[in-house]
């Protein structure tokens, strides 16, 4: 799967990614991000259960997602992701900026 | 999606922790209660909890937990190397944040709530508390580099630790995407790669240079990156090769930097140094200069005795130490040169490339030999060094469990490499201590055992075959092999069935295994279940080898074999698809060649594992490109051409349909596995290659590894693996041929592991094997010899006393009789062109002369060089090459081979006579005697036939059991004896004795044996089925005398 699917509950948008997240995804992603900020989505919920594979422009885009919310006092979140792309962010020091985690919203935050 | 499975995972995680949790308090009071009289062990228990937990809630996110967990870890590692001692403030904070750890885990959904504050205070508290003034603040001390972008601010800790390892600290500054995606450069494998040379320090992304989702995305990501690495500035920008060299800058030098001075300030948080910095050159101009240090300050808070540096006493002594390992490290990499510079004159000379030749020499030169001997002698240290403590711990220890105990300490001054005394310390603490608490008994059990009231350790160490051997022995109770597999049966290590076919070695060796104790009660000393095992893996990683002997009752030595230094290791390389690979001589026992014919007799399955027949052992075996998954290929004899091998098991017969030279083989790809069509289809034929199989030991256990192709022995430099090899068990570092091409030098336990080997010795199935193979009826033992350089020859080993090179002089001719001074006599000699149409030897140069004998009188056969002896299992055809001497032909070796038979060879006229009829005749009726011959392979028929009709007796023959019983029925008046093969078709030779002492009218009848390899078990099965004698196979005069002795022949 190399689609997304966006879902919402109440502020909370959760874009359920495929499995990459490069530089072909960033602008239909973009303007979707744009578009639930602007329905009142204060938190956007990256999903990376099927991302395997993602490439530095899809990095530029949640840390523009995370900067566009940070400017309303709304967050990012990311989460389940794969031990691979989670070193990455970690070697970034990007984990607690972005709030990376390898399970699921729900099992840490109910 | 859904989180079910990371739920699962994270349930796991909590579970783990709990396992963890469950005995901390009860550790940690016992901690307190040992005061400073620190259990290492069991602090390192409680220090591998915390360290476990840190790990999986950084995984999981639970940023709480595991900053909890780390301060925690940090007060345990002061514990552990005494910095702090245990008391009960000590405790009490331990106790209290592992309680808090514990509702956290339980709850972690609320754990980022948690309110760990006041926690944290005391456990930084703790650990600064208990420090040396000076070093109090190095907990939030910081180190400030100049670097052009801006100064580089690190964590004090980070920054000496980098130090102390001898590293390099760069700091890298690129924007992700037009310094790399946009040359094509992935930032996964980026980062991979940057991770696994080094540490990264600290990444600082520019999140505002990004920008929002309003502008364009993905257009600039600028970042910082601090890397600490082993790579030196002519190696760094390899791993940043899109990148400009003065984009990367070197802020720390580990050859040319000193450790950070004492200005160990705490630093106001977040302020940063106020001093102007020096910008360092960019790595295109002056990659080596000094780089100026700057650490973060502030005097207005320092007194000025700490800004001086001038309190050295303060500093540790094991820093100091450390500084002087670096340096030594430096010099140790030279005398590595040194050795590398050898192995490429080595090459050279073999290519005879005059030109590489004399670039070597010129660097051999500058590299001295000296130097290297000079260092070697700098890491050497006694290993006095680690026997030091052993006196003061048996004092204490026999007073504290009421034993007399005498320490005996020989060969303190024997120089072991110095990591390797460093390692050596624990193992050897933990088996003194063993041989102390579990070994000796107490006066009064020595008493009444009848021994001297007062036990014996002793600890011995001595070179030994290029090896430092130490014994810890002890004179007290023994290992007792059967108590140890009960102990391991009632634990569930093994199975009841195992353990009953294990040998008592086997048995003893069952005490390395994890979670083996024998002692009823867990005691202070030891006996908590994880010591052997855990000495056992540190000795691995030694390059050791620890092996028991023992007797019961009467005491054990536990022996440790080393090599002298882990930097140089001698080491066999071999090839497995094109990549070369180390073993260490060390742990090569042999090494096989199999032949395509031999395979299917030497492999075999047991369980589901393939196992190799080494004489009367049964070894797992295992496929090195397994191992590794790589796509075992093979050399088509008939094409010449590689290709891929889908053999399932190596003694599969399997006719490969893919060449390499028709379908390219996608080289180190591992889809390439799933290219080819599985192993386990195809037909079977006649398997095409040989297989090279080193014999190897792991200490407790050997085992066959199977490779491709095996090479020279070398010294090779044992170089460290990198971040991204580390976590490979099955290997213990890797090296540089001479060549220059990188080898992984393998650790043999490690491999073992992986490959999920185990001994079969306990298993049913390889009893039976090696019973098999104790007397199988169709090995051939053969001596190899050539009669012309064309004319191949081969004669059964049991025939040929000795072999004996000699010069042409030495064979003088008396008439038509060849003979030589042997022995003070004149020996006969025969020369196979005497009785057959072969080539001459007479003119040979390298004449050789193989010493038999017939009824006690010794002949020499004539032959040349080479010589060979070989286990062989073929089919002797007995009519292509039949002639006088000459029973028949065989393929040995990709060679036909005349079979020898060397008593056929001489029966001239010149040596006739030796055979004496008379003595077959009966002591009482005179009558000619009647054997019984029954043997399946016609060689070995044919052979001891003729022996037994040369002695006088009348031989009936049978090619199996069933056979021989028809004929004793017939003729049951006239045999006198029976001979008999066991192994045979149809009826084996066991079978038949069986029935004939079943039988009345047969069952006094004498029945000789004859086997290749008679073992004590096969002896013991034939006695049980009535075999009078066993006799080896075509050992003519042995098995003459014994049918004398049991047919009471005259002489």
């Known amino acids: ?110 | 999606m859904d989180s079910y499975l990371d739920d699962e995972l994270l349930l796991e995680f909590i579970n783990e922790c709990r396992e963890h949790l469950a005995t901390i308090e009860a550790d940690l009071l016992t901690i307190e209660e040992g005061g400073s009289d620190i259990d290492e062990e069991l602090v390192n228990k409680v220090f591998r909890a915390a360290h476990s937990i840190k790990g999986g809630s950084s995984f999981f996110g639970l940023n709480l937990v595991k900053e909890l967990a780390h301060k925690a870890e940090t007060v345990l590692d002061m514990l552990r190397s005494r910095k702090i001692v245990p008391n009960a403030e000590v405790t009490n904070i331990l106790l209290a944040a592992f309680d808090q750890l514990r509702e956290m885990i339980e709850r972690p959904n609320e754990s980022e709530s948690a309110d760990i504050a006041d926690l944290l205070v005391s456990l930084t508290g703790l650990a600064s508390s208990y420090l040396p003034a000076e070093q109090k603040a190095s907990l939030h001390q910081q180190v400030t580099l100049a670097s052009p972008g801006g100064p580089v601010v690190l964590a004090r800790t980070d920054f000496d630790r980098a130090v102390r390892s001898g590293q390099y600290i760069y700091v890298v500054e690129f924007d992700l995407i037009h310094d790399m995606e946009k040359k094509g450069k992935e930032i996964l494998p980026l980062f991979n790669s940057i991770a696994g040379t080094g540490e990264i320090l600290d990444c600082i992304v520019d999140m505002e240079a990004v920008g929002t989702l309003d502008g364009p995305v993905g257009n600039r990501i600028p970042m910082r990156l601090v890397l600490a690495t082993i790579l030196d500035p002519g190696l760094i920008d390899g791993l940043f090769e899109t990148l400009e060299p003065e984009k990367i800058h070197l802020l720390l030098d580990p050859e040319t930097s000193t450790p950070a001075p004492d200005d160990t300030s705490p630093k106001p948080t977040g302020e940063e140094t106020a001093e102007p910095v020096q910008e360092p050159p960019p790595l295109s101009t002056k990659p080596s200069e000094p780089q100026p240090l700057r650490h973060e300050k502030d005097p207005s808070r320092v007194p000025r005795a700490a800004l001086s540096g001038g309190d050295t006493s303060a500093v540790p002594k094991d820093e100091t130490l450390r500084i002087h390992v670096g340096l030594l490290e430096n010099l140790m990499n030279l005398a590595g040169e040194l050795v590398l510079s050898r192995n490429q004159l080595r090459s050279a000379v073999a290519q005879d490339n005059r030109q590489l030749i004399g670039s070597v020499a010129q660097r051999v030169n500058q590299v001295t030999s000296e130097l290297q001997d000079v260092i070697m002698q700098t890491r050497l240290q006694p290993i006095g060094n680690v026997f030091g403590k052993f006196p003061r711990m048996i004092r204490d220890l026999s007073r504290s469990l009421g034993k007399e105990i005498q320490l005996e300490i020989e060969g303190k001054e024997v120089a072991l490499d110095k990591t390797l005394i460093e390692g050596l310390s624990d193992p050897l603490t933990h088996m003194v201590r063993n041989a102390v608490d579990h070994g000796i008994e107490t006066s009064e059990a020595r008493l009444a055992a009848g021994k001297e009231p007062g036990g014996t350790v002793r600890i011995e160490a001595r070179h030994e075959a290029g090896q430092v051997v130490v014994d810890i022995s002890d004179d007290g109770k023994g290992l007792d092999p059967q108590g140890l597999a009960d102990a391991a049966v009632r634990k569930g290590l093994i199975s009841r069935e195992k353990a009953a076919g294990l040998s008592d070695a086997d048995k003893r060796a069952l005490i390395f295994l994890p979670g083996f104790s024998t002692a009823g009660q867990v005691s202070d000393l030891s006996g908590r279940g994880v010591g052997m095992d855990v000495v056992k893996t540190n000795l691995d990683r030694l390059g050791g080898q620890v092996g028991i002997l023992s007797e019961a009752g009467k005491g054990s030595t536990f022996r440790i074999r080393l090599p002298l230094t882990l930097a140089i290791v001698p080491s066999l390389i071999f090839s497995v698809e094109n990549e070369r690979f180390a073993i260490p001589q060390a742990n090569i026992e042999e090494l096989l060649r199999l032949r395509p014919e031999e395979v299917k007799n030497r492999i075999e399955i047991v369980g589901d594992s393939e196992v190799l027949i080494l004489r009367d052992r049964v070894l797992p075996l295992a496929r090195f490109a397994d191992i590794i998954g790589a796509v075992p290929t093979y050399m088509n004899p008939k094409s010449g051409a590689r290709e891929v091998d889908r053999r399932v098991r190596l003694s599969d017969r399997r006719c490969p349909k893919h060449s390499l030279t028709d379908t390219p083989l996608p080289e180190k790809d591992a889809a390439a596995r799933e290219s080819y069509p599985p192993r386990s289809e195809g037909r079977r034929q006649a398997a095409a290659s040989a297989l090279e199989i080193a014999v190897v030991t792991t200490g407790t256990f050997s085992y066959g590894l199977v490779v491709g192709a095996f090479y020279d022995t070398e010294e090779v430099v044992v170089k460290p693996l990198g971040q991204r090899l580390k976590h490979l068990r099955e290997y213990f570092g890797a090296t540089i041929l001479g060549d220059g091409s990188v080898a992984l030098i393998l650790d043999m336990s490690g491999l073992a592991a992986k490959a999920g080997l185990v001994s079969v010795s306990g298993s049913a199935r390889a009893a039976a094997l090696t019973s098999e193979t104790e007397h199988d009826a169709d090995a051939y033992a053969l001596l190899l010899f050539h009669n012309g350089p064309k004319e191949a020859c081969g004669v059964p080993l049991n025939l040929v006393q000795r072999i004996e090179r000699i010069s042409p002089v030495q064979v003088e001719r008396l008439g038509n009789q060849r003979t030589m001074q042997y022995r003070g006599k004149s020996l006969p000699l025969f020369a196979l062109s005497d009785s057959a149409d072969v080539a001459s030897v007479e003119d040979e140069e390298e004449p050789v002369v193989l010493v038999s004998s017939v009824n006690g009188r010794e002949f020499g056969i004539l032959g040349t060089m080479p010589v060979d002896v070989i286990d062989t299992r073929v089919v002797i055809d007995h009519a292509t090459h039949r002639q006088k001497g000459i029973v028949g032909s065989a393929v040995l070796q990709g060679r036909t081979t005349f079979i020898v038979d060397p008593i056929e060879m001489i029966s001239t006229e010149v040596f006739s006579g030796v055979a004496a009829p008379e003595n077959a005749r009966g002591a009482v009726t005179g009558d000619v005697a009647t054997v019984l011959l029954a043997e399946d392979s016609d060689f070995f028929r044919s052979q001891v036939k003729k022996y037994l009709e040369e002695e006088g007796y009348s031989v009936l023959t049978a090619a199996d059991g069933e056979e021989a019983w028809s004929l004793l029925l017939k003729h049951m008046d006239t045999v006198r004896a029976v001979v008999t093969d066991i192994e045979m078709p149809r009826l084996s030779g066991l079978e038949l004795t069986a029935r004939i002492r079943a039988e009345t009218r047969t069952e006094k009848l004498p029945v000789i044996a004859l086997t290749s390899l008679a073992g004590d078990a096969d002896r013991d099965r034939g006695r049980e089925a009535g075999i009078t004698e066993y006799q080896v196979k075509l050992d003519r005069d042995s098995l003459i005398v014994s049918l004398r002795d049991h047919l009471g022949m005259v002489e």
Do not use: W
């Open chain 1, 1 to 110: 799967m190399n689609d997304y699917q966006i879902s919402r509950d109440g502020n909370q948008a959760t874009i359920c990614l495929g499995e990459t997240l490069n530089a072909t995804m960033v602008t239909p992603l973009q303007s979707a991000l744009k578009q639930e900020i602007g329905a009142g989505a204060r938190e956007i919920v990256f999903d990376f259960n099927e991302t395997k594979y993602i490439d530095s422009t899809g990095i530029g885009l949640m840390i523009a997602a995370g900067n566009s919310l940070a400017a309303i006092e709304g967050k990012v979140r990311v989460v389940q992701v794969c031990p691979d792309i989670l070193k990455l962010f970690q070697c970034m020091r990007l984990t607690t900026r972005l709030q990376v985690t390898a399970v699921g919203a729900e099992a840490v935050h109910g």
